[in-house]
């Protein structure tokens, strides 16, 4: 039963992949703004936000009364959390950045009192809630992070912090990696390149279309899909206790 349930998670995931239904990461080179963080601020106190989170139910949650829902539903836009990814010419050692920003996130309770964060994007000229993710996944790694910028590493679900040029574990269990290891950004380089090195645009891999390949989508998206779309690449499950809930309307 386990394993049918398993594999009913990953292809859901795939079809969502295949869909586009996830926005590529946003392409800032440098940290969010004050500009950003106020924008980001303004969107979360809307009430477009208050309304998705009160009528966000998550799989296997109690559904509440509309108004109850409304007056539970709360975001902290007082603590906005950047989320960064490796970008794909770090990996394919063609650029010395190793993160690009994939997406920023903020600590919310949903209309039923559910833990929940919501996630924003860059979408042109302005910021866009774009989902809501259940737990507190980034609020919790923040906080171990230190001070150091947060990258999630979202083909394994690994997670590090980053502070000059250390790169220290958060999480590596899904590559067998144990907290507080910590390496330079330059060994950290040579691992992701010995993990997607074949896997990256351009290559044979991407070209097939395996698993949906990556060359029809960034390198850079957030979260949840593409642990599922590595998986189907390389017939592991390790990422599959790593997809997150989403919103259900």
């Known amino acids: 039963m386990r394993r049918k349930l398993l594999f009913h998670s990953v292809?859901?995931?795939?079809?969502?992949?295949?869909?586009?239904?996830?926005?590529a990461a946003?392409?800032?080179?440098?940290?969010?703004?004050?500009?950003?963080?106020?924008?980001?601020?303004?969107?979360?106190?809307?009430?477009?936000?208050?309304?998705?989170?009160?009528?966000?139910?998550?799989?296997?949650?109690?559904?509440?009364?509309?108004?109850?829902?409304?007056?539970?539903?709360?975001?902290?836009?007082?603590?906005?959390i950047?989320?960064?990814?490796?970008?794909?010419?770090?990996?394919?050692?063609?650029?010395?950045?190793?993160?690009?920003l994939a997406y920023v996130a903020a600590p919310a309770t949903t209309g039923n009192g559910s833990i929940a964060t919501v996630w924003l994007h860059r979408d042109g000229g302005s910021w866009s809630v774009y989902n809501v993710a259940s737990g507190d996944l980034e609020s919790r790694y923040a906080a171990e992070a230190g001070g150091g910028q947060l990258l999630h590493e979202p083909q394994v679900g690994a997670w590090y912090s980053v502070n000059g040029d250390r790169v220290t574990v958060l999480d590596g269990a899904s590559i067998g990696v144990a907290e507080g290891t910590a390496m330079t950004v330059a060994e950290y380089r040579?691992?992701?390149?010995?993990?997607?090195?074949?896997?990256?645009?351009?290559?044979?891999y991407a070209r097939s279309g395996a698993a949906g390949g990556y060359g029809g989508h960034s390198w850079s998206l957030p979260p949840v899909l593409p642990a599922a779309a590595v998986v189907l690449a390389l017939g592991g499950a390790i990422a599959l206790p790593l997809i997150r809930r989403s919103t259900r309307r």
Not at 11 to 23: D, H, K, Q, S
Not at 34 to 57: H, K, M, N, P, W
Not at 191 to 199: C, F, I, P, Q
Request: glycine share 8%; proline share 11%.
């Open 11 to 23: 292809i859901v995931a795939f079809g969502a992949i295949l869909a586009g239904a996830y926005p």
């Open 26 to 80: 946003a392409t800032p080179s440098e940290p969010p703004s004050a500009e950003d963080f106020a924008a980001i601020g303004e969107q979360l106190r809307s009430e477009t936000t208050v309304d998705r989170l009160a009528g966000t139910v998550f799989p296997h949650s109690p559904e509440v009364a509309p108004e109850v829902a409304k007056r539970n539903a709360r975001v902290d836009a007082g603590t906005l």
């Open 82 to 100: 950047p989320v960064y990814v490796p970008t794909a010419d770090f990996v394919a050692g063609r650029s010395g950045a190793p993160t690009r």
């Open 190 to 204: 040579a691992a992701l390149h010995d993990r997607y090195g074949d896997k990256l645009p351009g290559s044979d």
